[in-house]
């Protein structure tokens, strides 16, 4: 007698199979979409140093990284929330405008692996995104003088002595960034406002910066596969690198690891 359709033991083994192939896929899924997200996150920064080198080109110096000089807002209003962040033109609202495309106005300022989930955080194109090293593009001003490394006209390549050794622009939890950030004893103590508390992904001295509770999975656990992050050098190349190899430690004759890579200058403590 032929027998039709499957007897209720063959389809719970079926079932258990489909299971176990998801059970097995899901994990090597994941892997190649957080692969693929550092692929997209290392165009981006192509992009935008692209885009650095031609206003470098049209204004003699790489842009600002904060700009309060101009009482007009950039196109678009003024990014981030103004509770907590400073108000101005940022370093990307100077360079957008040379994206080729329309469409990568938006999207090549935003790091594909954002992991953060706080809606004021989420939205906020300043955090969880790129940040540019402060000692290159420098603020227009700022509100302590320890801080006046960070301050003034910003650099151009021709001021860059190793620019193959030097980061312009990285993975980032805030959208400037320095080497007070990747050390573990910094020259004054940072405040708590979420601008001193920038952070590079997966870098181990994170977990004692006095983060936002939705920064700390970014921070800590870091944004791209084995604690890696991508680095867009001063001449163009862009690295991925393990986040610790940013580090800046504290020695009892300086700092090591802090020229060339952060500073473009060398100083007779580095």
Known sequence: MKREGFTLIELLVVIAVIALMIAILIPSLRILRRQAEA????????????????????NGTFPHAFDDTSEEPPPGGFPGYHQYDRIGWWWFNHIIDYSIKNADKESIIRCPSKKINDIRLKKNVLCGNYGVNLSICKNSSGVRKSQAEF?????????ILHPSQ???????????????????????????SIEENAYVPGVKINKAKALWTDQRWDAIIGRHPNQTVNLGFADGHVERRQSDDLFVEKTETGYN??????????NNND
């Open 39 to 58: 692929v997209v996150c290392t165009s981006n920064i192509n992009q935008l140093f692209l885009n650095m080198t031609l206003f470098e080109g049209d």
């Open 257 to 266: 690891n802090r020229y060339p890579l952060w500073r473009p200058i060398k």
């Open 166 to 192: 030097t980061l312009l622009i990285v993975d980032s939890g805030y959208s400037m960034i320095n080497w007070w950030h990747v050390t573990d004893v910094p020259p004054v103590s940072l405040g708590s």
């Open 151 to 159: 301050i003034g006209t910003p650099l151009s390549s021709n001021n």
